[in-house]
């Protein structure tokens, strides 16, 4: 049996150790500093995860015969090499091996030395130097301080001053300290994140399920970076092909290229990845289990941790099955108000007594105050273990306060559990993001069978349609990479076997647009109208594909029927505006595109679209005002990229 001691004190720590207590191997848990959470299920000490000598003395004292160690501070100043030295199984990379994420400048030779996709960029330690080649470079580009800056060390700079300032901030101001002693300058990289996390002992690699996390503070991504608001798992768009690829090309090369450099890699391995049109590239590494990504993976993870993490010290991964759940997870950060500026701590929390069964909530930002130990039957205790210690009440005392996760069959389902139970909790303050797994949620319902589909050979059931909703996505990936021959030979086999799969017709007639076999596309399109009478969409891209081939009255249509079967149906009143406007009349035009607006008045294609035509019929202000409603109905920074284009597109054209 085990005495483990758990290092750390964030919602990452309580998911490790709700997990470390189901394994009927671990005796007593000890967290170090642990919060309000990990108290409920185990014995915390009052000791900083900084405090080497510190914890050394007191896994000594308490008989510890296994260390996990959570953030990476602590592995940075070597904790797990003083543990080693002391005969305590630690599981975490060496402190050599944990430059991985301590030095960006490390990481980044390591990836160009062993070719591992990652962004182009220089590293500097002359702010001269740096702007000038910040300067010389096409925008956005990235500034990161090369140490550990607690999340605050990455600026996305849309302008050149903006790189000048991050350049400033770390290497003139030294508001990093010394992680700021250099900064690197990279090209921005465009696509999806996603985060791969893996184990590895020195020479096996074994992936984790996929991620997708959220960073910015307020829904659409707007607002200042925080240390993650919420994430989900498995993400759609990352299927077991490119889980395969990213192991390979990335987490394996790492791992070889260290052992060859003699620093064997053993602990998790946490890349953070963007996937572009030219595939998988490198963001980051880390050398531990992410935060929230972990409160969204253990609970998928089948397989006692306590047999990975023994593996993974003793060399043995290989010989370790790990099983996954076949279930989603969602996670949605609540956090204190003001974060992650200023907040205040000390606020009572209440409605943890009231979830629903199977939702478990991961503290961070918590502490106890003494009141009678709730019973066994709490959501609070996790584990079903009673608490170590009478509490008081439950209060906040960070940023970051709770996780709440669950699970569903789908993203969907799984959103919807979290967030009902997200609603039921109150303290003073509390702010959560409210489109945690959103854009995934609505893929996956994009992507099911039409109601009346007639059921065709392949696969069948829960299980096929996911299958089926994966492989498409990765055809969808290849589209919009440039990759339409790919697809479409991909696409038609699937279709030999499944005629009735709409998603993967529609995304068959996508990329015969996309490489201008329109004739094609509209065949495809037309058997999407045929098979699926009631299908709007397919009405109303038919007529897209008429209007590109010059067939206004066939185009015409198309649009009128789209919009017979669904009279809320946007984008088809917004084809008819184009057509008009084609023709030269602007008057019949600008109506379809108010009546647009007065279906969706957030739409910004109707606004922009509006906009144009208002400035060729001359009514300049009632455009310019146009663009700025566009502006404040969709703040998100990709409309106001769009936005500020067409604005200034008009101005040059003399219009403003």
Known sequence: MLNVLLIGSGAREHAIAWKLLLSPKVKELFVAPGNG????????????????????DAAL???????????????????????????????????????????????KELMLKHGIPCAKGKAF??????????????????????????????????????????????LVQRVFGQAGDRVLVEEFLSGREVSLLCFSDGKTV???????????????????????????????????????????????????????????????????????????????????????ETQAILPRLNTDLVDIVEAVIAGTLDQIHVEWSEEKTVGVVLASGGYPGKYSTGQAISGLDSLDAGVRVFHAGTRLVERPAPSSASPLLLSGRQPKAPITELVTDGGRVLTVVANGRTIGEARRKAYANVRKIQFNGCHFRTDVGAREAGHEEALQPEPGAKPSGGRTGAAGNAEDARFVS?????????????????????????????????????????????????????EVANRFPGDAEARHNLGSLHLRQGKLEMAVDEMNEAIRIDRSF??????????????????????????????DPKSPDAHLDFALILADMGRRNDALVEVQSCFEANPGPETRREAEQLQKKLTRRGWF
């Open 570 to 599: 946007v984008p088809a009143y917004l084809g008819l505006g184009a057509i008009l406007a084609k023709r030269g009349q602007y008057e019949k035009a600008a109506t379809y595109y108010e009546m647009a607006l007065q279906i």
């Open 206 to 292: 074994v992936p984790m399920v996929p991620a997708c996390d959220y960073k910015p503070v307020f829904d659409g991504d707007e607002g200042p970076n925080t240390g993650g608001m919420g994430c989900y798992s498995p993400s759609g768009f990352f299927g077991p092909e490119m889980v395969d690829l990213v192991k390979t090309d990335v987490l394996e090369a790492v791992v070889r290229g260290m052992a060859a450099e003699g620093i064997p890699y053993k602990g998790i391995l946490y890349a953070g990845l963007m996937v572009t049109a030219e595939g998988p590239k490198v963001l980051e590494f880390n050398c531990r289990f992410g935060d929230p």
């Open 125 to 170: 330690n002359s702010p001269d130097e740096a702007k000038s080649y910040a300067a010389s470079q096409p925008l956005p580009v990235v500034v990161k301080a090369d140490g550990l800056a607690a999340g605050k060390g990455v600026t996305v700079a849309r302008s050149h001053e903006e790189a000048s300032a991050a350049i400033d901030q770390a």
């Open 474 to 526: 990765q055809c969808e990936f290849l589209i919009a990479a440039g990759k339409e021959r790919q697809a479409i030979e991909l696409l038609e086999k699937m279709l030999r076997y499944q005629p009735d799969l709409r998603a993967a017709r529609a995304a068959l007639g996508t990329a015969y647009a996309a490489c201008g076999n329109l004739d094609a596309a509209l065949g495809q399109w037309q």
């Open 37 to 56: 959470g990990t108290a409920l299920i185990a014995r915390n000490l009052d000791i900083p995860a900084r405090d080497i000598r510190g914890l050394a």
């Open 61 to 107: 004292t308490h008989g510890i015969n296994l260390a996990i160690i959570g953030p990476e501070e602590p592995l940075a100043l070597g904790i797990v090499d003083a543990f080693q030295s002391l005969g305590i199984p630690t599981f975490g990379p060496s402190q050599r091996a944990a430059q991985i994420e301590a030095s960006k400048l490390f990481a």
